[in-house]
């Protein structure tokens, strides 16, 4: 997939309608230092209203599993989570599932090698070269932020000891935000390990969490800034971000003064309305670094008795945070999705797309 390029008009906030483009280049393909393949793709959001913002999306076996489709071993215990309840006896086999039922522990396990990866490619190495480990520090963001394993990442690639400072920022409900109707609250900011003149030393931030409207990482990359005035990048790590979440991103007073990049896992995602929270996958194949991939996942979804392809609601963020900490509220959160959009269960997609053992 070559260069490509996609505009967009968001107008529901008639306070502050944003037009902008996305502009992707080629992908490139590189080896990390296990050789394992991976692909990269430069692209960058702009507009008459947002700042540029630089993104990075990378391809590789992990985020492929991670965002469509893998070959997983489904065994009793997983048909009981998803509520299969007559598969509780089923011998272990291999099934294909999309990415939003990698669930808990398997999640992160998949994630760790996904990171592994991506801190190996060249964006990365030319990047940490600039700079000694007192520089970086990473900012993992409560609760999804915490299994993404990124000082893991840099230590398993680079033998870097990065410091750790937990975050938990969330949203609340606040009826005069526009839109959205919530507000960030930021209640843990654990940075009292580090002395003055640590925090003076830091000038990378690596922040950690997904971007659906971008609230959240807007208002942590605010206060990252204030607490650590020398910083010169904050590199966020979102496995998974909306266009309008980065929009956000890129109309901050932070964009401005500090060199702010994002990496994103295989493709951007769409905000659905009416709350724009829940994001799918954009069909066109531009958007994507192996548009077979999106096009077996969309098959893997099937339609309803409407004809409606479920893959244009049946997004990849599903529950974010739950899918790792909680995977029968991630199973409850589909559903309740599935069954107002589709008249579905995920167990009956799930159920229709089984092989026989």
Not at 92 to 112: F, M, V
Not at 145 to 173: I, M, P, R, S, W
Not at 240 to 259: D, K, P, V, Y
């Amino acid at each position: 997939m070559g260069n490509f390029s996609y505009k967009f008009d968001f107008l529901e906030d008639i306070g502050n309608p944003i037009h902008g483009e996305l502009q992707f280049e080629s992908p490139v393909p590189y080896l990390d230092d296990r050789n394992r393949r991976g692909v990269f793709r430069k692209a960058t959001l702009g507009g008459r209203n947002i700042q540029d913002l630089e993104l990075v999306f990378y391809d590789n076996d992990a985020t492929a599993s991670f965002i469509y489709l893998r070959e997983a071993i489904v065994n009793g215990k997983f048909m009981d989570i998803v509520g299969l309840q007559a598969g509780k006896a089923q011998k272990p086999n291999k099934q294909t599932l999309p990415g939003q039922l990698c669930l808990g522990p398997e999640r992160s396990a998949l994630i760790g090698d996904a990171m592994m990866n991506i801190f190996a490619s060249p964006v990365m190495k030319e990047t940490l070269k600039k700079y000694d480990q007192h520089n970086l520090a990473v900012f993992p963001i409560a609760r999804e932020g915490l299994k993404y394993q990124v000082a893991d990442a840099l230590f398993t690639n680079y033998g870097l000891y990065c410091d750790e400072v937990v975050l938990d920022a969330h949203h609340v409900f606040d009826s005069s935000v526009p839109v959205y109707n919530r507000a960030v609250e930021l209640t843990l900011f654990k940075d009292k390990d580090l002395d003055q003149q640590q925090k003076e030393n830091i000038t990378v931030a690596f922040l950690a969490d997904s971007i659906a409207s971008g609230l959240v990482m807007k208002e942590v990359i605010a206060r990252v800034s204030e607490r650590f005035e020398n910083l010169e990048r904050i590199e966020v790590v979102a496995p998974l971000a909306t266009i309008r979440g980065l929009c956000r991103l890129a109309q901050a007073e932070t964009a401005r003064r500090i060199h702010l990049r994002v990496h994103i896992f295989e493709t951007i995602l769409n905000a659905l309305p009416p709350d724009f929270y829940y994001s799918a996958h954009f069909e066109d194949p531009g958007f994507h670094i192996r548009p077979e991939m999106e096009k077996a996942y969309r098959e893997w979804w099937g339609v309803d008795n409407k004809g409606i392809e479920i893959a244009e609601t049946a997004c990849a963020g599903y529950g974010w945070s739950e899918v790792f900490y909680s995977p029968r509220k991630q199973i409850q959160m589909m559903n309740s999705q599935l069954l107002s959009r589709h008249g579905l269960t995920i167990a009956d997609i799930v159920t229709r797309n089984l092989k026989s053992s």
